[in-house]
């Protein structure tokens, strides 16, 4: 049985920072990520790491936003920096990723943890 159990979030000042992990079992895979869902808009894709190693991440957290894994533990992080008020959401842990064409989806995931930025 797969889980992912997300935890983290927060309410945060505009500018800040918060870090998120996602502690994953029966599964063990590089092939994890995140996505988020703003209140009234549909899930986006925020990163995630393809199974070759390489990262993904949307253009508006590039620059601002790194994935990063400890395999030892099998927990995947998300650090967020010089957060926007426009970050807010419920954010996802994801894991098998499913890339078709532009759209990319996933076969597992978390229950989601709520990030909060004020500005």
């Known amino acids: 049985q797969v889980q992912l159990v997300e935890s983290g979030g927060g309410l945060v000042q505009a500018g800040g920072s918060l870090k998120l992990s996602c502690a994953a079992s029966?599964?063990?895979?590089?092939?994890m990520g995140w996505f988020r869902q703003a209140p009234g808009k549909k899930r986006e894709l925020v990163a995630f790491?393809?199974?070759?190693?390489?990262?993904v991440y949307s253009d508006s957290v590039k620059g601002r936003f790194t994935i990063s894994r400890n395999s030892a533990t099998n927990t995947m992080y998300l650090q967020m920096n010089s957060l926007k008020a426009e970050d807010t959401g419920v954010y996802y842990c994801?894991?098998?990723?499913?890339?078709?064409?532009?759209?990319?989806?996933?076969?597992?995931w978390g229950q989601g943890t709520q990030v909060t930025v004020s500005s």
């Open positions: 994801a894991a098998i990723f499913k890339e078709s064409g532009d759209d990319v989806g996933a076969e597992y």
């Open positions: 029966g599964v063990r895979t590089n092939n």
């Open positions: 790491r393809r199974g070759g190693g390489n990262t």
